[in-house]
């Protein structure tokens, strides 16, 4: 018999067809000693084992799809690739991503989330004809894409961000100012100066302090606060 | 009660590669259009797919279409239909220009043309020299190709319901499709979504093993719809085990690892795959390689440890770190995080592990799904199946690495374009009318489950689903072992009908949708059990160890499976491709 190691897990709790506030409840599991799951093997466990009705998001589980981010110990992250081990407890707190609603335990609604990723016009735009194969591209053009395009729309970044709490109707957020930056940074795209007109307001991009959360916090290792610098610049290099 | 409905000129079940392409194709015609998914169009298992797409473009050295297609006739060993894999291989360049047009970022040579890498099953002038013919963006060809596509159809502003549940078809009284009922995930609200067309583009249901590659989702939702409708899945004892998931994980290791000169090792460190595949080695077809990887470990030469099963370990650290950070990043990430092991410097521990449903619903080269009545084939009107929920049949028995992204965006389009030909020359089929009885037997699963008191829970029966398809189906079958594993299976299907759902609640009840997705996975491993008794042969992804030779002589055909009886049937291979002589099958080897 394999010797156990006994995990605390809280997770917060809230079904608006029957609770009048959220909660936090605590569960109990026994794990090998020596193995390390990831938070999202725990969390499946949870809900085969001890409490079928709890809810949160899941497809690929293998931090590609964007689905299972969460705030994990206080910090935002994909329960899928975080393992136990990184975490340095054996107790857990798990909490929706903060700044969105929350429809239930930890799935929130993205709706403002996926409304700022489209305000920004996500998709080439070029306004030459298609020739009759592909667009050329130097591999050091490519490379400009490099650290935007894997982008996974998990919104861990733009829900740790206090701009974006305080205005999340008017400041883009970081992971669609990252996407902004993807189509300007691409050669193949011909839209920069309608793309950086339509973040020339104060909040849209002025919004970000360099607090860095999001860099911080993204599970791709991906950085927008680089990018929104970037853009800043490319607004700049245009009024000079 | 009636519910409330809506209505389409088409609708589109799943977000993939496939649904999407579709979906982009019909809203830049003007059609009024509903993209259903029950996930977040960018969380649908596209996503997933690293290495590449598989297509005869010449970037890297001369190429053409004909050879693209001998090879995978070969690799499909015979049973793929010649007539789809030449429009395939035949439209793919075409295709793939589109995406690149699109936005998608694929990686680029000195010449900025589109990078291809090599992949297994690929060779120059029928059968000679190793051929490089996936495209490639890294190793996260996928997710680029997937959020290319969601972008263009934000741009062409079809309207997607994300998060809804297509629960099943409305059939009206003279037996024809009106449509879908479909579960929103955050009210629970059902709404009949009437439409003239239906696009299935469901993907697959690796999920019926217990070790898959694919994502939670992939739940055979619309091998669960069409059986339900009375019309048969096509080869479904078809299930590719890619050679390389990793140990105890299951999450996907890209073929393209050995593309870029990667190879397997055992625990003596031998290099094996020369011994089963004195010529192409480590990129011989994945049926191959994966059947080798378990005659290693069988023969006792896999390595062991604590956590992780038996396996042989994929080799990567004399290409470099520069080429493993600029061409495989994703795989580096996958590996430190699923293995613990960083393959700059060691190997990554990988085993055979379910990744593809070859079978699935047998469509014509235009995606119009197929059915037999009295012996004679005939079309479902108004019905569509792409992608790897349909069996085209591009891929026969194995499916060649890089070609599923190509039969997404190949056959999404296909389908598209003979809907939107239909739309233009006002030749719809028109809406079919249904009664508030016919919507309501499309409800009748839905209102089982909540009606539900007692009874086996969800997970205990999926667990047990997936322990007798991962014992007794695997990469070696035996008549005996499956004959023991479809009674299982059969008593199982007894206990899912008394199964019972504890979380009765409307709001995002995650608990509902995992019951609803365990009626259809169960459905598709009944299909794969009795499909898998019925070929008496060793073909590609299929073999038998008491039919271990292939039997062209009875053989070169496709299973059908019907579910209201359990029964089997037979429809020919196409052999007919219009544009070249057909390839014979002969001896296949690597």
Known sequence: MAEHQSINISVYRFNPEVDQKPYMQDFKIEIEKGSDPKVLTLLERLKAEQDPTLSFRRSCREGVCGSDGMNINGSNGLACIKALSSLGTYTIALRPLPGFPVIRDLVVDMTQFYQQYERIEPYLQNDTPAPATERLQSPAERQELDGLYECILCACCTSSCPSFWWNPDKFVGPAGLLQAWRFLADSRDTATDKRLQGLQDPFSVFRCRSIMNCASVCPKGLNPTAAIGEIRKKMLDKQS | ?590
């Open chain 2, 1 to 590: 009660m009636a519910l409330p409905r809506q209505t389409f000129d088409a609708v589109i079940i799943g977000a993939g590669g496939a649904g999407m392409r579709a979906a982009l194709q019909l809203a830049n015609s003007g059609m009024n259009v509903a993209l259903i998914s029950k996930v977040f169009p960018t969380r649908s298992h596209t996503v997933s797919a690293q290495g590449g797409i598989t297509v005869a473009l010449g970037n890297s050295a001369e190429d053409d279409w004909r050879w693209h297609m001998y090879d995978t006739v070969k690799g499909a060993d015979y049973i793929g239909d010649q007539d789809s894999i030449e429009y395939m291989c035949k439209t793919g360049p075409e295709v793939v220009y589109e995406l690149e047009h699109m936005g998608l970022p694929f990686s680029r040579m000195d010449n900025g043309k589109i990078y291809q890498r090599a992949f297994g099953g690929q060779s120059k002038n029928f059968g000679g020299e190793q051929a490089a013919r996936t495209a490639a963006a890294a190793d996260r060809t996928g997710h680029a190709l997937l959020h290319a596509l969601y972008q263009q159809n934000l741009k062409a502003k079809t309207h997607v319901f994300s998060e809804w549940y297509a629960l099943d078809f409305v059939m009206n009284d003279q037996g024809k499709i009106a449509g879908v009922v479909a579960l929103k995930i955050e009210t629970g609200e059902v709404v009949f979504f009437q439409s003239r067309v239906c696009i299935l583009a469901t993907g697959g249901a690796g999920r019926i093993f217990q070790s898959t590659t694919n994502a939670h989702i992939n739940t055979g939702d619309g091998f669960g719809m069409v059986l339900r409708a009375g019309i048969p899945l096509q080869d479904m004892e078809m299930w590719q085990f890619h050679p390389t998931g990793i140990a105890g994980a299951g999450t996907l290791v890209t073929e393209g690892c050995r593309g870029e000169g990667g190879y397997l090792i055992n625990k003596d460190g031998e290099r094996f795959m020369e011994r089963y595949a004195p010529h192409a080695k480590d990129l011989a077809s994945r049926d191959v390689v994966a059947r080798s990887i378990a005659l290693e470990i069988r023969a006792g030469r896999g390595f062991s440890s604590q956590f992780m099963t038996p396996h042989v370990k994929l080799k990567l650290d004399h290409l470099g770190a520069d080429l493993i950070k600029s061409r495989l990043p994703g795989i580096r990430e996958l590996s430190i995080e699923f293995a613990g092991v960083d393959p700059i410097h060691d190997a990554i521990p990988v085993v055979p592990t379910c990744h593809y449903a070859m079978g699935g619903i047998p469509t014509n080269v235009h995606g119009q799904v197929l059915t037999t009545s009295h012996g004679k084939e005939q079309v479902v009107e108004g019905l569509y199946a792409v992608g790897e929920c349909a069996c085209v049949s591009v891929h026969g028995a194995n499916r060649l690495g890089g070609n599923s992204l190509l039969d997404l965006v190949v056959f999404g389009r296909a389908a598209g374009l003979h809907v939107e030909a239909q739309y233009l020359a006002n030749e719809l089929p028109a809406l079919a009318h249904a009664s508030d009885e016919n919507i309501d037997g499309a409800m009748s699963r839905y209102r089982r489950w909540l009606d539900s008191k007692d009874g086996d829970s969800i997970p205990q029966l999926r667990t047990e689903m997936q322990d007798i398809m991962q014992n007794d189906f695997g990469v070696f079958r035996t008549g005996e072992v499956m004959e023991e594993g479809l009674k299982r299976l059969a008593k199982l299907r007894e206990r899912l009908a008394g199964a019972h759902l504890h979380d009765k609640s409307k709001i995002f009840n995650t608990e509902m949708v995992a019951a609803l997705e365990l009626d259809n996975l169960l459905a598709t491993a009944y299909a794969t059990a009795v499909c898998a008794l019925t070929r008496t042969e060793s073909r590609g992804a299929h073999s038998r160890e008491d039919y271990p030779k292939r039997d062209d002589k009875n053989w070169i055909k496709h299973t059908l499976y019907f579910a209201a009886d359990d029964s089997t049937d037979h429809r020919p291979v196409n052999m007919s491709p219009k544009f070249i002589e057909p390839f014979e099958p002969k001896e296949r080897v690597y």
